[in-house]
């Protein structure tokens, strides 16, 4: 149990195009998922705290308007990335919470050119 | 955005080698986890540690949480080639919120 997925595993995205994407909680529910970004051989960096029916709590230094989390369910958190520029080109996990653990998601490359 | 100190940064070894690594942190935490990760994929959950001073199996992985609670260490005994990835540390303060703050990591190679 406790599998979380990620749609889409990957996307290439034109520059000042929007990109969404989906993190689900397959088999809990969860009432917090996490948004995290990791940029080529570094570490995970938390983006944003998803509370299910309420908004989202970004990490100091995250554009709040420019990456937009809507968790509309126990077991969907979407993140979108607005407005793209080459220098969002990351590799996007997420996690979702059952208990006090934190199970994450495969990820989902972007590459916007 | 925080960071835990982790150490060392790669390690290259013979299979059936034990490995060491540990992580540091300048603040408490109730909670440290390890997890492994491998290219193009989330991390995975290894082991948790809940109390400080706790000493924790997971096959061929013991961790321990540092009396201190500012870290903890992760061992892998007899290293076989599936053993490569990064390895990461996390760091939870739980309560209120159960934010994972993440170590730098440790990339883990080992020839056969």
């Known amino acids: 149990g406790a599998v979380v997925s990620q749609h889409p595993s990957w996307v290439i995205c034109k520059s000042g195009t929007s990109v969404k994407i989906e993190c689900r909680s397959l088999?809990?529910?969860?009432?917090?998922m996490f948004w995290y970004r990791q940029f080529p051989k570094q570490s995970l960096m938390l983006m944003a705290t998803?509370?299910?029916?309420?908004?989202?709590?970004?990490e100091q230094g995250v554009e709040k308007d420019k990456f937009l989390i809507n968790h509309a369910s126990l077991t969907l958190s979407t993140l979108t990335v607005t407005s793209a520029h080459p220098e969002d080109s990351s590799f996007y996990i997420c996690?979702?919470?059952?208990?006090?653990?934190?199970?994450f998601g495969p990820g989902t490359r972007l590459t916007v050119t | 955005g925080q960071q835990l100190n982790q150490s060392p940064q790669s390690m290259f070894i013979q299979e059936g080698e034990d490995v060491s690594m540990n992580c540091t942190s300048s603040?408490?935490?109730?909670?440290w986890l390890w997890y492994k990760q491998e290219p193009g994929e989330g991390p995975v959950l290894l082991i948790a540690?809940?109390?400080?001073?706790e000493l924790t199996s997971n096959g061929r992985l013991t961790a321990q949480f540092g009396i201190t609670r500012k870290d903890s260490f992760l061992n892998i005994s007899a290293s076989i080639p599936s053993d490569v990835g990064i390895y990461f540390c996390?760091?939870?303060?739980?309560?209120?919120?159960?934010?994972?703050?993440f170590g730098t990591g440790t990339l883990l190679a080992v020839q056969p």
């Open positions: 998803s509370n299910e029916g309420s908004k989202a709590t970004y």
């Open positions: 603040s408490i935490f109730n909670t």
């Open positions: 540690l809940y109390k400080a001073g």
């Open positions: 088999d809990f529910q969860a009432t917090t």
């Open positions: 996390a760091g939870q303060i739980g309560g209120a919120t159960n934010k994972l703050i």
């Open positions: 996690s979702a919470t059952r208990t006090a653990e934190q199970y």
